[in-house]
């Protein structure tokens, strides 16, 4: 995995998309010294049938907030985009630019926009959410850095920014690169145990049995090709 970069910004769909796996690696980088952000694209308010969009926002934006400190993230920012029914389009790929413009990463990490995950075969399908915002966040790596598209960011006062030399996709199928999660595996499954709401109304499993076996499973995949170490895998595009 490229290691000679200062600055990135994750963004996903949801409050905990970073938490299944991906949050190791997180803790890992800020241990280095190295600054992430993370950007959510909507406050996950439809995701718990229990509980009303409007009790749900805030409840999941302060779990985020939690989750993200105890993996050294301290900058975490909402786009407010509808849970669920997020779409790709210009006004997706403008908000994205417009993050990556104010934060001026080198490394811009997203999940899996493809339509499917999981082990292969098969697979599962992939939510409307994950896919638009993976793909948007592939383009508006580029839309940032080109003064001519959204030129209403630069009058805002957002300069282009052409510094991403990377997107790294997490929960790929088609990984080319690792970082070992193992000096970040405790604080992953303390990220994700934060959102502890959430985890509840998901599954009748005990909470800590349920993410500590999560994240050992996801980080584990990939110890075939990482020397039998748990990793967190990617799919790297250049830029």
């Not at 490394?107 to 995950?117: A, C, E, K, M, P």
């Not at 992939?126 to 080109?146: C, E, F």
């Not at 990482?226 to 595009?237: I, L, Q």
Request: glycine letters at 10%.
């Amino acid at each position: 995995m490229p290691a000679d970069w200062q600055r990135a910004l994750a963004v996903v769909a949801h409050p905990d998309d970073l938490e299944y796996g991906c949050a190791a690696a997180v803790a890992g980088w800020t241990d280095q010294g190295k600054e992430v952000g993370y950007l959510l694209v909507t406050r996950g308010e439809a995701g718990i049938d229990t509980l009303d969009p409007a009790t749900c926002a805030p409840l999941r934006e302060r779990e985020q907030r939690e989750s993200a400190a105890i993996v050294g993230v301290t900058s975490v920012e909402f786009l407010d985009h509808r849970d669920g029914v997020v779409e790709y389009g210009l006004g997706l790929r403008r908000d994205i630019a417009a993050a990556i413009r104010r934060h001026r990463p080198e490394l811009v990490i997203t999940l899996n926009h493809r339509d499917t995950w999981g082990p292969e075969p098969g697979g599962f399908w992939n939510t409307p959410d994950h896919k638009a915002v993976g793909r948007a966040v592939l383009d508006a790596a580029a839309d940032a850095g080109n003064r001519w598209i959204f030129p209403e960011l630069t009058e805002q006062g957002l300069d282009p920014w052409n510094g991403v030399r990377w997107v790294a996709v997490a929960g790929s199928n088609l990984p080319t690169h690792a970082v070992d999660a193992g000096p970040g595996l405790e604080r992953a499954t303390r990220s994700l145990r934060a959102h502890r709401t959430y985890i509840e109304a998901l599954t009748d499993q005990d909470v800590d049995t349920y993410c500590r076996s999560f994240v050992a499973e996801s980080t584990g995949r990939a110890a075939a090709r990482f020397g039998g170490r748990p990793a967190v895998a990617f799919e790297v595009f250049p830029r």
